[in-house]
């Protein structure tokens, strides 16, 4: 990937990011004293929603499973501003039912969210919209000898979650996101399908308010 390439993809993020941080001291204004920020470990597990036809064969992604990690700015009660990550995670890729390959992939998005209900609410379902990349690394053929390259997959990704008080400070959750996900696959440097993943990732976690 260019170093051109990599500033756009820096920008697309640092823009929402930057207007969420414009409107938050306002918001934090009229909102009044309270927890802003909440941080949650979680664990997902991943499953690719589509099988992409690469080099004329029809292929198979495994889903897998990885630690996850998200930091929330609560602008409002009911507004917040989520910015998530996954530990790389690994997929066999077969085709025919023989492995053809496989690829590490590491999802990271930035996220608007709404919350319902109040504070005080037991129960505080959520949902969001957001801008994600996919990078792609550690790509391998079977049997060896092709070089195989995946390039960063980029795209909306959309979450629906719940979010359960256990105190003022600890809550469990449990959500689920929906990533657009499309990059092209290349065999010895020339273009042979393209990986439209878009997966779904299904998890659980314990959050802290702060």
């Known amino acids: 990937m260019s170093p051109k390439q990599n500033i756009s993809r820096v920008t697309k ?5 930057a207007l969420a941080l414009a409107i938050v001291p306002a918001a934090f204004a009229a909102d009044g004293a309270g927890k802003h920020v909440s941080v ?68 990271y998005s930035l996220s608007g969210q709404y919350r319902f209900g109040t504070v005080e609410s037991t129960v505080r379902p959520f949902v969001g919209l957001g801008y994600h990349q996919t990078n792609y690394n550690k790509e391998s053929a079977t049997p060896a000898g092709d070089r ?16 359960v008080n256990i105190s003022p400070t600890w809550f469990a959750r449990a959500d689920a996101r929906y990533f ?10 020339v273009k042979a399908g393209d990986a439209k993943l878009d997966p779904v990732m299904v998890g659980v976690g314990i959050g802290a308010r702060f």
């Not at 993020?13 to 990011?17: E, F, G, K, T, V």
């Not at 195989?148 to 979010?163: I, K, L, N, Y």
């Not at 657009?180 to 440097?189: H, L, R």
């Open 13 to 17: 993020l640092a823009i929402p990011a």
């Open 40 to 107: 949650v470990g979680g664990y997902s597990m991943v499953e690719p929603t589509r099988n992409p036809e690469i080099a004329g064969a029809r292929t198979e992604f495994a889903g897998e499973g990885t630690p996850t990690l998200g930091v929330t700015w609560h602008a409002t009660d009911n507004i917040g501003v989520e910015a998530w990550g996954a530990d790389g995670y690994g997929q066999r890729v077969t085709s025919g039912g023989q492995k053809v390959g496989s690829v590490d992939a590491q999802p």
């Open 148 to 163: 195989v390259g995946v390039e960063t997959a980029e795209g909306a990704v959309a979450t629906v979650g719940m979010d």
């Open 180 to 189: 657009q996900s499309d990059s092209d696959v290349k065999i010895n440097g």
